[in-house]
Every structure is written in structure tokens, then in C-alpha cells.
């Protein structure tokens, strides 16, 4: 049986160690800087941060991976090698990476270390995948949120490294690593700064009606009605009016959030060895009840009992959730 | 009747306006020493603010006669009630129930939640209001705690109590 990782966000020291206490396996965090796809302000780690924490976390038996899954602006890689290199000495786990180059630097620097890919190198094929094991010793895969269970099944077999697949959090149906959505907007990509909607572009707007209006670089994304939910103000969740639709609607995809609770045991059995929790933005309020919810779950499955599955719906954004692609292609 | 009835609108503002300044004047002692404590205690606040801690945030407890005003620059640090029709600049405004407000504080309550479900609104800055928010996340503990237990006994027991509150409150909106 795979042994069901769980794999939790930690945006600041104190969630790590909240991660870890409610009986996260592995931890995921970034540094203070582009190197990972939450920059944001206010969030992530710095190295004498991260050392502490890698401290934490051992003393606990769980694993730190350190992710550094964007992508380097061409000819300006010493951030990236250089945030590697600290990472090494640090003695995390792993590396989450996305960036041929970044993972080739580590492959050849520190051939011992392990390197998982990240799901912003869209990789969904055996053929990708296959790739990037061959090329650099990647050792897991982190899937695209696009896949079906049969076809995740199918792929595991032709792969000569673990699945990890997300189970809450970011629906995330864009092409992940190639969308430049924020970057049209504002200036900032996603990808290489790794910052979707910077908070410094956002701006909320109440009006006296209790309406909500909800701006990106100016531009209005949506308009949330007296007492509606609402969802993070990213382009890609935004309602809009177009020449063929006079009524607003959301073009892309909707504000709802990725809950796999009642797939775990599919999942398990087609072979995905890891579990990943998406939120590094997130609260330790959101990271204690979630990372619970799920260890319960799993470790329920693992030993042959039914799981108990706790509701988390009023934690998910427009407080909707769903199970995408996993259970159908035809979710929309 | 109560005596208030008897007051025209313009009346009745004045008063509203006069028991606010009062309010804002009995705790202004207690949000100081709370202020200044929790700073003393948490510095790696300050760092996670960056230079947003030059900015002025506005939080508005719905319930609460006042609104209250935060600077949170370690060189200049300064907590204030203020009343609302008279309330100073303020980068960004935060805006609740008050023990919606004091939970996620104490990251008791997601913030995100929060704003999905509209029971938060934020204008003004976004970027220090998610400094703000990241950076009281970090602390580990009760802010709350720590500023009732600068009212020693009697500060615990009023927190206590208005915690059984809301949530029986919420409980019993849920069940509606």
C-alpha cells in the first residue's frame, strides 16, 4: 500500500511547527525572495529561519522540502543557486523544482539530494516525466491538477519515480509554470517572481450598498453582491461581461477549492505515494485544521477503517469545493 | 423610556459622539501598555512588517464606540482609540466583529475564510494588510491572552466570557 505522505504548507516558522504538531509528514516552505511561487509579503523563511525549522522538524521525524519552483530570468541564475547551496547546508530533504537549469545545477552539485518536480513544470505525461528522472534524478513527481484518476493510474506505471498528487487547496486548472495572466496585469510573473496578483496591485472597494468590488492594476475583476462569498482576486477567477454574454460570468474557472477527502482511498490504490496540501499563504489556523482533517483521514484509510472526514468547506475559497478533474474531465 | 428617546437626531449624535470620545479616553492607558508589551515580546513582528511598519492601519470592530488606530513602527509605536467620525490617516483599514477581529489575532480563524465568507472586509493597502496579517501569524501564543492578562484575573475572566459568547452566538447561527 502507498504509504500516503501528507505534505503541508508552511508559510512562517510558527506554521511549520504547527504543520508538524497536527502530523504533517513533510513540511513545504520557500525563502524571503523569487525563488519560490509564494512570494508574498510578509511570508516564507529566512535562512536562519529555515535552520530552526529544518531542527523542528527532524526532532519530529518529518521532512522539510524546500521549494524553489520558479523560474530563473534568463542569465540571472544566482538567486537560484545560490537559495540551493543554503538549502544543502541547511540539511533540508528535498528540493521542489521546476527549472531545467535549476535542477541540473542541484543534480550536479549535490548529487545526493533529492529533487522532486514541481507541478509548475507541467509535467503530465510519461514522456515528460520520464524526461526529467532521466536528465536530473527526479525521484517524485508533483502532478497537474488535470488528470483523472484511471489516467494518473496509467501514468504511474510508466514512471520510474513517486506521485504526488494535491488534495486540497488551489483548484489550479491553469497550465501551471506557463500562465502569465498576472504578468499582463501588472508587470509580475508569476513564474519568475512567483507572485500571482501581488498584493501591492490588489485593491478592494466596498460600496454603500455592500457591495464588493475586487481590482487588479486597476482593472475590476469582479464585483461580489451584498452577503455573496467571495474568492481570491486572481484574473483567472474573475467574473467578466464579454460581447457574447451580457451577464457577468467567470471565464476561466471559479472561486471553489480542490477537496479530494472522499478520493484518498482511489487514490492511494492507483499508486500516488504522497499527498499535497496547498495554502503556504495560509493561516496556522487554516494549516492546524486542515493538516488534522487529513491525517486523521489517512492514517483512518491505512488501517482499514472508514474515514472520518471532517467538513472543511469554510475554509475553501467562495466556500465551495470540488474534486475537479480527478472525478471528471466534465466538472464545469 | 429611555432618556435618549427624547433627543432629536442631532442630539442624539452628539451624545453617541461624546460617549465615544469618553470610551476612547478610559482605554487608551490599557492599549498603550498592551501595545507596548506585545511589541517588547514579539520584535520578529517589526522584521516580517518591513517597511510597512511606517504604515498607519485602521481596525474597525463593528461593535466597539470606537475605532481603534494602529502605527506599528517599533521607533514610534502607538495603539489608539480614536473616534469614527474623527479618525486619522490610516493606510488600510480592517474591518469585523470584534471577536472575529481578536481570533484571527491569534490565528484562531483563517483570514482568508473570513474574507471568502464576507465576514471581513479590508480596503485601503492590501500589500500591509497581508503583512500585517503574516506577521501576527508568525507569533507564536495569545495576543489576546497577553493583553488580558495585563488586567490580570479580572482581564482573563472578561476575555473568557466574551469568547463563551460569540461562540455560543455562532453556534446558534449555524443552527438557524
Same mark, same amino acid.
Given at each position: 500500500?502507498?504509504?500516503?505522505?501528507?505534505?503541508?504548507?508552511?508559510?512562517?516558522?510558527?506554521?511549520?511547527?504547527?504543520?508538524?504538531?497536527?502530523?504533517?509528514?513533510?513540511?513545504?516552505?520557500?525563502?524571503?525572495?523569487?525563488?519560490?511561487?509564494?512570494?508574498?509579503?510578509?511570508?516564507?523563511?529566512?535562512?536562519?529561519?529555515?535552520?530552526?525549522?529544518?531542527?523542528?522538524?527532524?526532532?519530529?521525524?518529518?521532512?522539510?522540502?524546500?521549494?524553489?519552483?520558479?523560474?530563473?530570468?534568463?542569465?540571472?541564475?544566482?538567486?537560484?543557486?545560490?537559495?540551493?547551496?543554503?538549502?544543502?547546508?541547511?540539511?533540508?530533504?528535498?528540493?521542489?523544482?521546476?527549472?531545467?537549469?535549476?535542477?541540473?545545477?542541484?543534480?550536479?552539485?549535490?548529487?545526493?539530494?533529492?529533487?522532486?518536480?514541481?507541478?509548475?513544470?507541467?509535467?503530465?505525461?510519461?514522456?515528460?516525466?520520464?524526461?526529467?528522472?532521466?536528465?536530473?534524478?527526479?525521484?517524485?513527481?508533483?502532478?497537474?491538477?488535470?488528470?483523472?484518476?484511471?489516467?494518473?493510474?496509467?501514468?504511474?506505471?510508466?514512471?520510474?519515480?513517486?506521485? *504526488?498528487?494535491?488534495?486540497? @487547496?488551489? &483548484?489550479?486548472?491553469?497550465? #501551471? %509554470? =506557463?500562465?502569465?495572466?498576472?504578468? +499582463?496585469?501588472?508587470?509580475?510573473?508569476?513564474?519568475?517572481?512567483?507572485?500571482?496578483?501581488?498584493?501591492?496591485?490588489?485593491?478592494?472597494?466596498?460600496?454603500?450598498?455592500?457591495?464588493?468590488?475586487?481590482?487588479?492594476?486597476?482593472?475590476?475583476?469582479?464585483?461580489?453582491?451584498?452577503?455573496?462569498?467571495?474568492?481570491?482576486?486572481?484574473?483567472?477567477?474573475?467574473?467578466?461581461?464579454?460581447?457574447?454574454?451580457?451577464?457577468?460570468?467567470?471565464?476561466?474557472?471559479?472561486?471553489?477549492?480542490?477537496?479530494?477527502?472522499?478520493?484518498?482511498? *482511489?487514490?492511494?490504490?492507483? @499508486?500516488? &505515494?504522497?499527498?499535497?496540501? #496547498? %495554502? =503556504?499563504?495560509?493561516?496556522?489556523? +487554516?494549516?492546524?485544521?486542515?493538516?488534522?482533517?487529513?491525517?486523521?483521514?489517512?492514517?483512518?484509510?491505512?488501517?482499514?477503517?472508514?474515514?472520518?472526514?471532517?467538513?472543511?468547506?469554510?475554509?475553501?475559497?467562495?466556500?465551495?469545493?470540488?474534486?475537479?478533474?480527478?472525478?471528471?474531465?466534465?466538472?464545469? | 423610556?429611555?432618556?435618549?428617546?427624547?433627543?432629536?437626531?442631532?442630539?442624539?449624535?452628539?451624545?453617541?459622539?461624546?460617549?465615544?470620545?469618553?470610551?476612547?479616553?478610559?482605554?487608551?492607558?490599557?492599549?498603550?501598555?498592551?501595545?507596548?508589551?506585545?511589541?517588547?515580546?514579539?520584535?520578529?513582528?517589526?522584521?516580517?512588517?518591513?517597511?510597512?511598519?511606517?504604515?498607519?492601519?485602521?481596525?474597525?470592530?463593528?461593535?466597539?464606540?470606537?475605532?481603534?488606530?494602529?502605527?506599528?513602527?517599533?521607533?514610534?509605536?502607538?495603539?489608539?482609540?480614536?473616534?469614527?467620525?474623527?479618525?486619522?490617516?490610516?493606510?488600510?483599514?480592517?474591518?469585523?466583529?470584534?471577536?472575529?477581529?481578536?481570533?484571527?489575532?491569534?490565528?484562531?480563524?483563517?483570514?482568508?475564510?473570513?474574507?471568502?465568507?464576507?465576514?471581513?472586509?479590508?480596503?485601503?493597502?492590501?500589500?500591509?494588510?497581508?503583512?500585517?496579517?503574516?506577521?501576527?501569524?508568525?507569533?507564536?501564543?495569545?495576543?489576546?491572552?497577553?493583553?488580558?492578562?495585563?488586567?490580570?484575573?479580572?482581564?482573563?475572566?472578561?476575555?473568557?466570557?466574551?469568547?463563551?459568547?460569540?461562540?455560543?452566538?455562532?453556534?446558534?447561527?449555524?443552527?438557524?
Amino acid at each position: 500500500m502507498s504509504p500516503g505522505e501528507l505534505i503541508c504548507p508552511a508559510g512562517t516558522p510558527a506554521a511549520l511547527r504547527t504543520a508538524v504538531d497536527a502530523g504533517a509528514d513533510a513540511v513545504y516552505c520557500g525563502f524571503q525572495n523569487a525563488t519560490n511561487a509564494r512570494n508574498f509579503p510578509g511570508l516564507n523563511f529566512t535562512p536562519d529561519e529555515l535552520a530552526s525549522a529544518v531542527a523542528y522538524a527532524h526532532s519530529k521525524a518529518a521532512k522539510v522540502l524546500l521549494a524553489l519552483n520558479t523560474y530563473p530570468p534568463a542569465g540571472k541564475v544566482d538567486l537560484w543557486r545560490s537559495a540551493a547551496d543554503t538549502g544543502a547546508r541547511l540539511g533540508v530533504d528535498a528540493f521542489i523544482v521546476a527549472d531545467m537549469g535549476v535542477a541540473d545545477y542541484i543534480a550536479r552539485t549535490y548529487p545526493d539530494m533529492r529533487l522532486h518536480l514541481s507541478v509548475q513544470a507541467a509535467a503530465s505525461s510519461p514522456e515528460a516525466i520520464r524526461y526529467y528522472c532521466e536528465n536530473f534524478g527526479v525521484k517524485r513527481v508533483v502532478l497537474p491538477r488535470i488528470l483523472t484518476i484511471p489516467e494518473i493510474r496509467a501514468i504511474r506505471k510508466e514512471i520510474p519515480c513517486e506521485i *504526488e498528487t494535491f488534495i486540497f @487547496g488551489n &483548484h489550479g486548472l491553469m497550465v #501551471e %509554470g =506557463r500562465c502569465s495572466l498576472t504578468n +499582463y496585469l501588472t508587470g509580475q510573473s508569476t513564474n519568475m517572481d512567483g507572485v500571482c496578483s501581488p498584493a501591492s496591485d490588489v485593491e478592494f472597494i466596498r460600496h454603500g450598498d455592500g457591495t464588493m468590488s475586487s481590482r487588479l492594476a486597476g482593472f475590476s475583476i469582479d464585483c461580489f453582491g451584498c452577503g455573496e462569498k467571495a474568492g481570491y482576486p486572481t484574473i483567472c477567477k474573475g467574473r467578466y461581461t464579454a460581447p457574447h454574454r451580457s451577464d457577468p460570468y467567470y471565464a476561466f474557472e471559479e472561486p471553489v477549492s480542490l477537496n479530494l477527502a472522499r478520493l484518498l482511498p *482511489e487514490l492511494i490504490d492507483a @499508486g500516488v &505515494h504522497a499527498f499535497k496540501i #496547498e %495554502g =503556504r499563504q495560509r493561516s496556522k489556523s +487554516y494549516v492546524r485544521s486542515v493538516v488534522s482533517a487529513f491525517r486523521t483521514a489517512v492514517d483512518d484509510i491505512r488501517a482499514g477503517r472508514p474515514a472520518n472526514i471532517t467538513d472543511l468547506v469554510a475554509l475553501t475559497e467562495g466556500q465551495k469545493q470540488t474534486q475537479g478533474a480527478f472525478a471528471s474531465k466534465k466538472w464545469r | 423610556m429611555h432618556w435618549r428617546a427624547n433627543l432629536d437626531p442631532k442630539g442624539a449624535k452628539f451624545v453617541r459622539g461624546a460617549g465615544s470620545r469618553l470610551s476612547c479616553v478610559l482605554i487608551q492607558p490599557l492599549l498603550s501598555y498592551v501595545v507596548r508589551r506585545i511589541g517588547d515580546r514579539h520584535p520578529s513582528v517589526f522584521a516580517r512588517l518591513g517597511s510597512y511598519k511606517q504604515s498607519a492601519f485602521l481596525i474597525d470592530a463593528v461593535e466597539l464606540p470606537f475605532a481603534l488606530h494602529l502605527c506599528p513602527d517599533p521607533k514610534a509605536l502607538a495603539f489608539r482609540a480614536v473616534p469614527r467620525d474623527r479618525a486619522p490617516h490610516a493606510e488600510a483599514r480592517i474591518r469585523g466583529r470584534f471577536m472575529l477581529l481578536l481570533e484571527l489575532v491569534d490565528s484562531e480563524r483563517d483570514g482568508d475564510a473570513a474574507f471568502f465568507s464576507r465576514d471581513l472586509d479590508v480596503s485601503g493597502d492590501t500589500e500591509a494588510v497581508v503583512r500585517l496579517r503574516n506577521a501576527l501569524d508568525d507569533v507564536e501564543g495569545s495576543i489576546a491572552e497577553e493583553a488580558a492578562g495585563v488586567l490580570g484575573a479580572p482581564g482573563r475572566a472578561i476575555l473568557a466570557r466574551l469568547r463563551r459568547a460569540y461562540k455560543s452566538e455562532a453556534k446558534g447561527g449555524q443552527q438557524a
